[in-house]
Nanobody, 123 residues
Framework: DVQLQASGGGLVQAGGSLRLSCGIIGFISDDYAIGWFRQAPGKEREWVSC????????YYRDSVKGRFTISSDNAKNEVYLQMNNLKPEDTAVYYC????????????????WGQGTLVTVSS
C-alpha cells in the first residue's frame, strides 16, 4: 500500500520561508505525479503544485509561481515544496498527494493522500 507523510509546516512571518517534505512509502506507478494541495480555513482545497515523475516537469498555480519550488530526492523517496516570500494568504493546511495516472490539478484524480501539515503566515 502507498503511504504519504507530510511534514515541515509551522509558523512564519510574512516574507519568510518554509520547506515542506512529503515522504513516500510504496510503489505508486510507472508514471506518477506528486501534488501539493492546501486548504485555508473556510475555503475549499486548492491545488498548489505538482511534479511529474515521467519527465520531472513541474507545475504551479499562478499565485505561487516564482515563490514556491517543488523538487524531489528519489534516493530518499521524498518530494519537497520550498516556499519563499510567504504571504498571509498562504496560510493553510498543506497536503501532499500522489496520482498514479500522471499530473493533474484536480484533487479527485489523486489516489493517495498524506495527512496535512499546517502553515501559518503572520503579517
Amino acid at each position: 500500500d502507498v503511504q504519504l507523510q507530510a511534514s515541515g509546516g509551522g509558523l512564519v512571518q510574512a516574507g519568510g520561508s518554509l520547506r515542506l517534505s512529503c515522504g513516500i512509502i510504496g510503489f505508486i506507478s510507472d508514471d506518477y505525479a506528486i501534488g501539493w494541495f492546501r486548504q485555508a480555513p473556510g475555503k475549499e482545497r486548492e491545488w498548489v503544485s505538482c511534479l511529474s515523475s515521467s519527465d520531472g516537469s513541474t507545475y504551479y498555480r499562478d499565485s505561487v509561481k516564482g515563490r514556491f519550488t517543488i523538487s524531489s530526492d528519489n534516493a530518499k523517496n521524498e518530494v519537497y515544496l520550498q516556499m519563499n516570500n510567504l504571504k498571509p494568504e498562504d496560510t493553510a493546511v498543506y497536503y501532499c498527494a500522489a496520482s498514479a495516472a500522471g499530473w493533474s490539478r484536480n484533487d479527485y484524480q489523486y489516489d493517495y493522500w498524506g495527512q496535512g501539515t499546517l502553515v501559518t503566515v503572520s503579517s
